[in-house]
């Protein structure tokens, strides 16, 4: 389950599991290849695997922090299979055990629920305005391997059009990472095929730079994304809290933001590091409680993560111009003239 949805899942008070609810619960997927059970799905969807059990690998509250949320009556209607008869097996097929939960352990079963279906019934079940926001620009990031040794000088390189921009900088004596970030009215269907998105990259910055287009020919299958770049601006009073009872988030799971200014993972850092203090020094001086720990954490980040995410989003749309006028004046005058390094920092 991606953080930025179970960021909405948990921003939504009537999602948010009682305090009592154990901070070992595990979710656990796997692609329905790999079942054993008789789950079969038409496409390569993963399945999310909840087990109502009390072993040491899967906590039974897993299953019930879905269904005290009231989702589960929608999770139903929608395909899912519970299972009591476990088989295992050779790699040939040849049946080595098979058993029913309830003759063993009755406290135990299997429930298998496509992921998709999961996802999808949360999203429509969060009240309005908890999901992040679409900022009407998509990237395409890439990481391009030469194994004689990358040519390009330690620098960062950006390269600028109209409705779309790109960088690449050395990360290593071997491996260069590079971005695209293009305009796009809608995020549209998800890509998920490498050689797609490796063709797509490419066909955006067809005539660009060739050190850019050997860069992104060299980038491996295994490690190139395409993504819509979204955020959560945190409006005081109107956004939900960060914590509730012993819930609380950090990082994208409460502020994602675009990537422009390069901060959303060093705010993460900073927000595990704020948290840590404010909770070692109420469990070691018991100082008020643990929610008190948790709202004093979300009042002294705010002040940093809100700004911040308006600027990475307000830095996208100025650099993401396609008026060609706009962006002549971009080029000739803003870039080279105007600009401070600080406030326009990308990715």
């Not at 992104?216 to 009872?245: H, N």
């Not at 600027?311 to 396609?322: H, I, P």
Request: hydrophobic content about 35%; overall charge positive.
């Amino acid at each position: 389950m991606s953080s930025k949805t179970l960021s909405s899942l948990l921003l939504a008070n009537n999602f948010l599991p009682p305090p009592s609810f154990s901070h070992q619960t595990r979710l656990s997927y796997s692609h329905h290849q790999k079942l054993t059970t008789p789950f079969q799905s038409q496409k390569p969807n993963k399945v999310l695997c909840l087990s109502n059990s009390n072993s040491d690998t899967h906590k039974k509250e897993a299953w019930n922090s879905i269904t005290s949320s009231g989702a589960i009556r929608f999770i139903k209607k929608r395909g899912h299979f519970t299972h009591s008869l476990q088989k295992w097996m050779e790699d040939e097929g040849k049946e080595l055990r098979s058993f029913v939960f309830e003759n063993v352990d009755p406290s135990q079963e299997v429930r298998a629920v496509e992921r998709r279906v999961l996802l999808q019934t949360l999203a429509e079940e969060l009240p309005p305005d908890t999901e992040p926001k679409y900022s009407g620009h998509c990237a395409i990031r890439g990481l391009a391997v030469y194994s004689d040794g990358q040519p390009h000088l330690p620098q960062v390189s950006y390269l600028y059009g109209r409705g779309i921009r790109a960088g690449f900088v050395p990360v290593s004596s071997t491996k260069v990472y590079w971005f695209i970030c293009f305009n796009r009215s809608s995020p549209g269907p998800k890509v998920s095929d490498p050689l797609k998105v490796k063709r797509e990259a490419l066909d955006l910055v067809k005539n660009w730079s060739s050190e850019l287009l050997s860069t992104i020919e060299l980038t491996t299958e295994d490690s190139i994304i395409r993504s819509a770049l979204e955020d959560r601006w945190l409006w005081p009073t109107l956004t939900p809290p960060v914590s509730k009872g012993g819930v609380v988030l950090a990082g994208d799971a409460w502020h994602p933001m675009t990537p422009n200014l390069g901060q959303g993972g060093c705010c993460a850092l900073e927000d595990a590091i704020v948290l840590a203090k404010k909770l070692s020094r109420e469990m070691k001086y018991e100082q008020g409680s643990i929610e008190d720990a948790m709202k004093s954490y979300g009042d002294e980040r705010w002040g940093r993560v809100f700004p911040l995410t308006i600027r990475a989003n307000l830095v996208g749309g100025l650099l993401q111009w396609e008026n060609p006028v706009v962006c002549a004046v971009r080029n000739g005058i803003v870039i080279p003239k105007v600009a401070q390094i600080g406030p326009l920092s990308e990715f």
